[in-house]
T-cell receptor
Protein backbone atom coordinates (compact mmCIF):
# COMPACT_ATOMS: atom_id res chain seq x y z
CA UNK A 1 0.00 0.00 0.00
CA UNK A 2 1.07 3.58 -0.59
CA UNK A 3 2.94 5.26 2.23
CA UNK A 4 4.27 8.59 1.02
CA UNK A 5 2.06 11.11 -0.70
CA UNK A 6 3.65 13.84 -2.78
CA UNK A 7 2.27 17.31 -3.17
CA UNK A 8 1.66 18.86 -5.62
CA UNK A 9 0.82 16.21 -8.19
CA UNK A 10 2.17 18.46 -10.93
CA UNK A 11 4.37 21.55 -10.92
CA UNK A 12 5.35 23.79 -13.82
CA UNK A 13 8.02 26.47 -13.44
CA UNK A 14 10.40 28.55 -15.52
CA UNK A 15 14.07 27.69 -15.86
CA UNK A 16 16.05 29.33 -13.09
CA UNK A 17 13.24 29.22 -10.55
CA UNK A 18 13.25 26.98 -7.50
CA UNK A 19 10.98 23.95 -7.26
CA UNK A 20 9.65 22.61 -3.97
CA UNK A 21 7.94 19.27 -3.63
CA UNK A 22 6.47 17.87 -0.44
CA UNK A 23 5.94 14.39 0.87
CA UNK A 24 3.73 13.33 3.75
CA UNK A 25 3.57 9.90 5.33
CA UNK A 26 1.60 8.14 8.02
CA UNK A 27 3.76 5.73 10.00
CA UNK A 28 7.18 5.87 11.63
CA UNK A 29 10.17 5.51 9.32
CA UNK A 30 13.85 4.60 9.43
CA UNK A 31 14.70 6.80 6.50
CA UNK A 32 13.13 8.61 3.59
CA UNK A 33 14.48 8.65 0.07
CA UNK A 34 13.82 10.78 -2.97
CA UNK A 35 14.00 9.40 -6.50
CA UNK A 36 13.70 10.89 -9.94
CA UNK A 37 12.19 9.24 -13.02
CA UNK A 38 12.39 10.40 -16.57
CA UNK A 39 9.43 9.41 -18.71
CA UNK A 40 9.20 5.65 -19.22
CA UNK A 41 12.56 4.96 -17.57
CA UNK A 42 13.72 3.52 -14.28
CA UNK A 43 14.01 5.52 -11.09
CA UNK A 44 17.27 7.15 -10.09
CA UNK A 45 18.14 7.65 -6.45
CA UNK A 46 18.71 11.28 -5.47
CA UNK A 47 19.16 11.46 -1.73
CA UNK A 48 18.50 9.53 1.46
CA UNK A 49 17.75 11.20 4.78
CA UNK A 50 17.66 9.21 8.01
CA UNK A 51 15.04 9.66 10.68
CA UNK A 52 17.53 11.38 13.01
CA UNK A 53 18.53 13.93 10.37
CA UNK A 54 16.70 17.15 9.65
CA UNK A 55 18.34 18.41 6.49
CA UNK A 56 20.65 17.18 3.74
CA UNK A 57 22.16 18.79 0.69
CA UNK A 58 23.42 17.37 -2.56
CA UNK A 59 24.40 19.86 -5.24
CA UNK A 60 21.27 21.84 -6.12
CA UNK A 61 19.09 19.56 -4.01
CA UNK A 62 18.03 20.25 -0.46
CA UNK A 63 15.92 17.78 1.49
CA UNK A 64 14.33 18.40 4.86
CA UNK A 65 12.63 15.94 7.18
CA UNK A 66 10.24 16.73 10.00
CA UNK A 67 9.38 13.50 11.78
CA UNK A 68 6.99 15.26 14.16
CA UNK A 69 4.88 16.32 11.19
CA UNK A 70 5.68 13.19 9.21
CA UNK A 71 6.70 15.24 6.22
CA UNK A 72 9.65 15.89 3.95
CA UNK A 73 10.40 18.40 1.26
CA UNK A 74 12.66 18.38 -1.77
CA UNK A 75 13.94 21.72 -3.02
CA UNK A 76 15.63 22.01 -6.40
CA UNK A 77 17.34 25.36 -6.76
CA UNK A 78 18.09 27.17 -10.02
CA UNK A 79 16.08 24.64 -12.01
CA UNK A 80 17.03 23.59 -15.52
CA UNK A 81 14.97 22.16 -18.37
CA UNK A 82 16.81 18.87 -17.80
CA UNK A 83 15.24 18.66 -14.33
CA UNK A 84 11.91 17.90 -16.00
CA UNK A 85 10.90 14.53 -14.59
CA UNK A 86 8.72 12.86 -11.98
CA UNK A 87 9.97 12.92 -8.41
CA UNK A 88 9.02 10.29 -5.85
CA UNK A 89 9.52 10.00 -2.14
CA UNK A 90 9.91 6.55 -0.62
CA UNK A 91 9.58 5.75 3.05
CA UNK A 92 11.61 2.93 4.55
CA UNK A 93 10.26 1.31 7.71
CA UNK A 94 11.95 -1.92 8.80
CA UNK A 95 12.83 -3.08 5.29
CA UNK A 96 9.40 -2.10 3.99
CA UNK A 97 9.89 0.61 1.36
CA UNK A 98 6.85 2.33 -0.10
CA UNK A 99 6.68 4.90 -2.86
CA UNK A 100 4.26 7.76 -3.34
CA UNK A 101 2.49 8.62 -6.58
CA UNK A 102 5.04 11.30 -7.43
CA UNK A 103 5.17 14.94 -8.47
CA UNK A 104 5.48 15.66 -12.16
CA UNK A 105 7.85 18.62 -12.56
CA UNK A 106 8.04 20.54 -15.82
CA UNK A 107 10.75 23.17 -16.20
CA UNK A 108 10.16 25.45 -19.15
CA UNK A 109 13.22 26.84 -20.95
CA UNK B 1 23.69 3.29 -16.49
CA UNK B 2 22.69 2.06 -13.05
CA UNK B 3 24.23 -1.42 -13.29
CA UNK B 4 20.82 -3.06 -13.51
CA UNK B 5 19.66 -4.34 -16.88
CA UNK B 6 16.27 -5.58 -17.93
CA UNK B 7 15.15 -7.49 -20.99
CA UNK B 8 13.12 -7.18 -23.03
CA UNK B 9 12.52 -3.43 -22.94
CA UNK B 10 9.14 -3.83 -24.62
CA UNK B 11 6.81 -6.82 -24.70
CA UNK B 12 3.41 -7.33 -26.28
CA UNK B 13 1.63 -10.54 -25.41
CA UNK B 14 -1.78 -12.13 -25.66
CA UNK B 15 -3.70 -13.29 -22.64
CA UNK B 16 -2.88 -16.93 -23.35
CA UNK B 17 0.87 -16.44 -23.84
CA UNK B 18 3.65 -17.34 -21.46
CA UNK B 19 6.60 -14.98 -21.31
CA UNK B 20 9.40 -14.09 -18.91
CA UNK B 21 11.02 -10.84 -17.89
CA UNK B 22 14.69 -10.89 -16.98
CA UNK B 23 16.67 -8.67 -14.67
CA UNK B 24 20.40 -8.75 -14.03
CA UNK B 25 22.44 -6.64 -11.66
CA UNK B 26 26.19 -6.16 -11.89
CA UNK B 27 26.58 -4.41 -8.55
CA UNK B 28 27.17 -7.30 -6.18
CA UNK B 29 23.95 -6.53 -4.34
CA UNK B 30 22.12 -9.03 -2.16
CA UNK B 31 18.54 -7.82 -2.48
CA UNK B 32 16.42 -7.61 -5.62
CA UNK B 33 12.90 -6.33 -6.21
CA UNK B 34 10.09 -6.35 -8.75
CA UNK B 35 7.81 -3.33 -9.00
CA UNK B 36 4.78 -2.59 -11.14
CA UNK B 37 4.16 0.96 -12.31
CA UNK B 38 0.79 1.74 -13.84
CA UNK B 39 -0.26 5.10 -15.20
CA UNK B 40 -1.11 7.63 -12.49
CA UNK B 41 -0.67 5.09 -9.68
CA UNK B 42 2.05 4.73 -7.06
CA UNK B 43 4.83 2.30 -7.66
CA UNK B 44 3.64 -1.09 -6.41
CA UNK B 45 6.12 -3.44 -4.77
CA UNK B 46 5.49 -6.98 -6.00
CA UNK B 47 8.30 -9.23 -4.76
CA UNK B 48 11.45 -8.94 -2.68
CA UNK B 49 14.37 -11.36 -2.65
CA UNK B 50 17.23 -11.25 -0.17
CA UNK B 51 20.15 -13.62 -0.73
CA UNK B 52 17.99 -15.51 -3.27
CA UNK B 53 15.22 -16.07 -0.73
CA UNK B 54 11.82 -14.50 -1.24
CA UNK B 55 11.06 -12.26 1.71
CA UNK B 56 7.92 -10.57 0.47
CA UNK B 57 5.05 -11.37 -1.83
CA UNK B 58 2.82 -8.35 -1.79
CA UNK B 59 -0.47 -10.15 -2.52
CA UNK B 60 0.47 -10.59 -6.15
CA UNK B 61 -1.78 -12.83 -8.30
CA UNK B 62 -0.36 -16.25 -9.08
CA UNK B 63 -0.22 -15.44 -12.80
CA UNK B 64 3.00 -13.63 -11.85
CA UNK B 65 5.70 -16.07 -10.77
CA UNK B 66 9.14 -14.83 -9.68
CA UNK B 67 12.36 -16.77 -9.79
CA UNK B 68 15.72 -15.85 -8.32
CA UNK B 69 18.36 -18.44 -9.23
CA UNK B 70 21.20 -16.38 -7.74
CA UNK B 71 21.79 -12.95 -6.25
CA UNK B 72 22.51 -11.41 -9.65
CA UNK B 73 19.50 -12.60 -11.61
CA UNK B 74 15.78 -12.19 -11.15
CA UNK B 75 13.01 -13.38 -13.43
CA UNK B 76 9.30 -12.69 -13.58
CA UNK B 77 7.36 -15.43 -15.35
CA UNK B 78 4.06 -14.35 -16.82
CA UNK B 79 1.12 -16.51 -17.86
CA UNK B 80 -2.55 -15.92 -18.61
CA UNK B 81 -2.26 -12.21 -17.94
CA UNK B 82 -5.10 -9.73 -18.14
CA UNK B 83 -5.18 -6.40 -20.01
CA UNK B 84 -5.06 -4.56 -16.67
CA UNK B 85 -1.62 -6.10 -16.12
CA UNK B 86 -0.26 -3.81 -18.83
CA UNK B 87 2.28 -1.58 -17.11
CA UNK B 88 5.96 -0.75 -16.74
CA UNK B 89 7.69 -3.49 -14.74
CA UNK B 90 10.74 -2.29 -12.91
CA UNK B 91 13.49 -4.33 -11.33
CA UNK B 92 15.71 -2.91 -8.62
CA UNK B 93 18.54 -4.05 -6.41
CA UNK B 94 20.17 -2.86 -3.21
CA UNK B 95 23.16 -3.84 -1.15
CA UNK B 96 20.91 -4.95 1.69
CA UNK B 97 17.27 -4.68 2.62
CA UNK B 98 17.57 -2.06 5.31
CA UNK B 99 18.38 1.58 4.83
CA UNK B 100 19.89 1.35 1.37
CA UNK B 101 19.22 3.13 -1.87
CA UNK B 102 17.78 1.03 -4.62
CA UNK B 103 19.21 0.93 -8.11
CA UNK B 104 16.58 0.54 -10.80
CA UNK B 105 16.70 -0.98 -14.23
CA UNK B 106 15.13 0.81 -17.21
CA UNK B 107 11.99 -1.31 -17.02
CA UNK B 108 10.00 -3.52 -19.35
CA UNK B 109 6.96 -1.92 -20.95
CA UNK B 110 4.38 -4.72 -21.04
CA UNK B 111 1.21 -4.61 -23.10
CA UNK B 112 -1.34 -7.39 -22.73
CA UNK B 113 -3.80 -7.61 -25.59
Amino acid sequence: SQQGEEDPQALSIQEGENATMNCSYKTSINNLQWYRQNSGRGLVHLILIRSNEREKHSGRLRVTLDTSKKSSSLLITASRAADTASYFCATDNNNDMRFGAGTRLTVKP
Amino acid sequence: ETGVTQTPRHLVMGMTNKKSLKCEQHLGHNAMYWYKQSAKKPLELMFVYNFKEQTENNSVPSRFSPECPNSSHLFLHLHTLQPEDSALYLCASSQALAGNEQFFGPGTRLTVL
